[in-house]
């Protein structure tokens, strides 16, 4: 399997938005493993319960650098666009492609009323 850092969205402007963006990141690690990859999406990781506050700025800081430690041993980055490009991702893809890491964008197979 070949080893990806996975972005997708993760903070909304509601709550709403951002149980939407974890619906839509989970289906993106399910496509990702789909494709035979072994995906690390640090952003549904470390922002569960008793993990790390992604609205207190420090803990949010130490969750994406954790997630870019991974770069060290990944092969690539993939990044998931059917909802846009964040922030955060475009620090993800910036610090990939300092890191020389291929990055690809993507749009899920099938989405259609699915988050």
């Known amino acids: 399997m070949k080893l990806v850092i996975l ?35 640090s952003h549904l990781l470390y922002t569960q319960p008793h993990i790390l506050d992604d609205d207190i700025p420090h803990e949010r800081q130490w969750g ?20 846009g490009i964040s922030a955060g991702m475009k620090y993800g893809i910036a610090a990939a492609e300092r890191a020389g890491l291929n990055v690809e964008y993507r749009k899920l197979r099938t989405l259609v009323g699915a988050v």
């Open 64 to 83: 994406i650098d954790a997630g870019l430690a991974w770069r060290k041993v990944a092969e690539g980055s993939v990044v998931y666009v059917d909802l």
């Open 7 to 41: 972005e997708s969205p993760y903070a909304g402007a509601t709550p709403a938005d951002t149980d939407r963006n974890v619906r839509y990141a989970r289906l993106c690690v399910r496509d990702s493993l789909e494709r035979g990859e072994a995906p690390i999406a």
